[in-house]
Nanobody, 125 residues
Framework: QVQLVESGGGLVHPGGSLRLSCAAT????????MYWYRQAPGKQRELVAS???????NYADSVKGRFTISRDNAKNTQYLQMNSLKPEDTAVYYC???????????????????WGQGTQVTVSS
């Protein structure tokens, strides 16, 4: 199977920066698109950014120009660089990846969604 391990959250002042990482581990045949979501208290989980295997990116309007998603395909790792952070960016951030694991000696024919455990980002003075 595939596991996603997140790191990099924490407490930061408004205007500050943080970099989140999300590494996919396990018996991986392929990783396709990768995503960052966030969920603030009392709100629904929302898509923040996405990146295809070829490097095409998309962002929520609320983070355009401040957040940058990237990936290292050799390491099966994605990143979220967050600059100019605002209090409204406070949330638990989750990474997601679409991928295919090895099942025995063969790749799983089905592309599946895998989620990280979440990391807290708090923006406060």
């Amino acid at each position: 199977q595939v596991q996603l391990v997140e790191s990099g959250g924490g407490l930061v002042h408004p205007g500050g920066s943080l970099r989140l990482s999300c590494a996919a581990t396990g018996r991986i045949f392929s990783i396709d698109a990768m995503y960052w979501y966030r969920q603030a208290p009392g709100k629904q989980r929302e898509l923040v950014a996405s990146i295809t295997s070829g490097g095409t990116t998309n962002y929520a309007d609320s983070v355009k120009g401040r957040f940058t998603i990237s990936r290292d395909n050799a390491k099966n790792t994605q990143y979220l660089q967050m600059n100019s952070l605002k209090p409204e960016d406070t949330a638990v951030y989750y990474c997601k990846a679409k991928g295919r694991p090895w099942v025995g000696a063969y790749p799983d024919p089905t592309t599946r969604d895998y989620w990280g455990q979440g990391t807290q980002v708090t923006v406060s003075s």
